[in-house]
């Protein structure tokens, strides 16, 4: 009964990433027809198409190393499923990064963002792995470091095209969708909230050390590319500890990063603050198997010498 219960749950990770990928896309076709981004039409594509090519490519190598069938066997709604995750990297590398009107940089991030997936996995206590990259953020911060003449995205792209009015329509908007998302399908308020009150607390903290206007600290916080980074990036359920200690411990790990970041004259803190703090947690799963297998170890010649006593 309780296995036919839970086979009728919908789940919620999938469901999330379904609405995520309709989110994204719309956003980067109204984006591109409407509210000013500058990239041009070919990059999104050739990104998709990059990251696409590698997410079956990779799957199919992983599957037959491994005596498994491929996750995008098995049907239309299978393979349009496991396409979401790279559909999501593939639009986001391109919305974010501006690489004038080259398209290597871009397909570079998109491996990037595909290839840490298989790549970088950490071992979980009960069995299995996983991975610890914000697979587009870590292919937009590889991206920066391999490319010095790649920037990020203006932010002014975002709403170029929109005025008075409309440049306060479409954060809240995006707050709102948001929102929603995080607090029906990846549960990830806290975080959010904590990240939220970590960065206002460093910018204040920054202007009182360094005797700096607070409000300019602050200012970051109201722009249309933070908010897609607070309520779509740094909430990656995939990346990010489900339980609310940890939520909040990560929240607070990225902005603690980002003041030492910033405070250091590093451009780009939001994104490598990110990467810094997925590096932090890859470590923190890898000492967590070790504990379990040294733990269950223990266990196992306690078992064996009770055993012996016995006999």
Same mark, same amino acid.
């Given at each position: ?46 990104? /998709? &198409? ?5 997410? %079956? =490519?990779?799957? $199919?190598?992983?599957? +037959? ?130 990240? /939220? &009150? ?5 910018? %204040? =903290?920054?202007? $009182?050390?360094?005797? +700096? ?99």
């Amino acid at each position: 009964m309780a296995e036919t219960l839970a086979a009728k749950q919908p789940d919620l990770r999938l469901t999330a990433l379904r609405r995520f990928a309709i989110a994204i896309t719309l956003f980067n076709v109204i984006g591109h027809s409407y509210l000013g981004f500058e990239q041009s039409l070919a990059q999104p594509l050739a990104s /998709l &198409a990059t990251a696409y090519s590698l997410e %079956l =490519l990779l799957e $199919w190598v992983h599957a +037959r190393a491994n005596g498994l069938k491929p996750r995008f066997l098995g049907g239309p709604v299978a393979f349009v499923n496991f396409m979401l995750s790279a559909h999501i990297s593939g639009l986001a590398v391109a919305m974010l990064l501006y690489a004038n009107d080259r398209l290597l940089p871009i397909c570079f991030a998109a491996a990037v963002a595909i290839g840490s997936k298989y790549l970088f996995r950490a071992p979980l206590p009960g069995g299995g792995s996983r991975h610890y990259f914000n697979p587009s953020n870590l292919g937009i911060t590889a991206t920066l470091l391999a490319f010095p003449w790649v920037g990020i995205a203006a932010p002014y792209m975002f709403s170029e095209n929109l005025y008075t009015r409309g440049d306060w329509v479409m954060p809240i908007i995006i707050i709102i969708s948001g929102s929603f998302l995080n607090t029906k399908l990846t549960k990830r308020m806290p975080l959010i909230f904590t990240w /939220l &009150a970590a960065f206002a607390g460093q910018a %204040l =903290l920054r202007a $009182w050390i360094f005797d +700096r206007p607070w409000q300019a600290g602050l200012m970051p916080m109201t722009g249309v590319a933070f908010i897609l980074f607070t309520f779509y990036m740094v909430t990656d359920p995939a990346t990010t500890p489900s339980s609310t200690r940890g939520q909040i411990w990560f929240g607070i790990s990225v902005a603690a990063t980002y003041f030492l970041l910033i405070s250091n004259h590093i451009v780009f803190d939001l994104f490598f603050a990110l990467t810094i703090t997925c590096i932090g947690r890859g470590v923190a799963l890898y000492v967590a198997a070790w504990q379990a297998e040294r733990a269950s170890q223990r266990v196992a010649v306690g078992t064996e010498d009770v055993g012996r006593v016995r006999a």
